[in-house]
């Protein structure tokens, strides 16, 4: 099965700076019709899970052109840019590539 | 506009039996694939299944492999998850979400938690 491992657990962020989230895959996540299918997704504290981002960079219906994903293979990045309050919560990349689909451990978004 | 209501959740000893049910509306239900997703009391999410429109393919976590069912009825917009041999670590807020792009997209619903324990 394919492991999903994020860097860092815990990310202390001044607000108005950038923060950046690694997440790793264990094989390729490209697909055999040429897609990577790696997402994104926020939950903030008290609420349900919400998507940002599909197949490396492609951002959901809402979500702000600050937050941006790039990557590929095995390797992929989560950028939000001028942190505001409302980005607090955690973050989880999932591969959807490969059965058993799997998500990452979370990284927890903090304002410093 | 768009909703999922999950329903059926509860509490149950080790062993056991639950079915969720997810009620939804505003969308064409029999085009889109389908998942449950859970998340034990503090922890991260973990995908457990996902079912495809008419119900042919059913792909599991090896966690649930042969415990859990996914289902759907296309008549009644309604996605199933029948639970059997429940087990302590099956605790959780169990989500269904309807799939985009091989992936859980908005809106989710609230959840409904299920309880394993004696």
């Known amino acids: 099965d394919v492991v999903m491992t994020q860097s860092p657990l815990s990310l202390p962020v001044t607000l108005g700076q950038t923060a950046s989230i690694s997440c790793r895959s264990s094989?390729?996540?490209?697909?055999?019709?040429?897609?990577?299918?790696l997402n994104w997704f926020q939950q903030r504290p008290g609420q349900s899970p919400r998507r940002l981002i599909y197949?490396?960079?492609n951002r959901d219906s809402g979500v702000p052109d600050r937050i941006s994903g790039i990557g590929s293979d095995t390797d992929f990045t989560l950028i939000i840019s001028r942190v505001e309050a409302e980005d607090v919560g955690v973050y989880y990349c999932?591969?959807?590539?490969?059965?058993?689909?799997?998500f990452g451990q979370g990284t927890k978004l903090e304002i410093k | 506009e768009v909703q999922l209501v999950e329903s059926g959740g509860g509490l149950v000893q080790p062993g056991g039996s639950l079915r969720l049910s997810c009620a939804t509306s505003?969308?064409?239900?029999?085009?889109?694939?389908m998942h449950w997703v859970r998340q034990a009391p503090g922890k991260g999410l973990v995908w457990v299944a996902r079912?495809?429109?008419?119900?042919?393919?059913?792909p599991y976590a090896d966690s649930v492999k042969g415990r859990f069912t996914i289902s759907r009825d296309n008549a009644k917009n309604t996605l199933y998850l029948q639970m059997n041999s429940l087990r302590v670590e099956d605790t959780a807020v169990y989500y269904c979400?309807?799939?985009?792009?091989?992936?859980?997209?908005?809106?989710w619903g609230q959840g409904t938690l299920v309880t394993v324990s004696s």
């Open positions: 979400v309807r799939d985009q792009y091989r992936g859980p997209v908005d809106p």
């Open positions: 505003g969308f064409a239900f029999s085009t889109y694939w």
């Open positions: 079912i495809n429109g008419d119900g042919s393919n059913t």
């Open positions: 094989q390729s996540l490209v697909y055999s019709d040429g897609s990577t299918y």
């Open positions: 197949k490396v960079s």
């Open positions: 999932m591969q959807a590539t490969h059965w058993p689909y799997a």
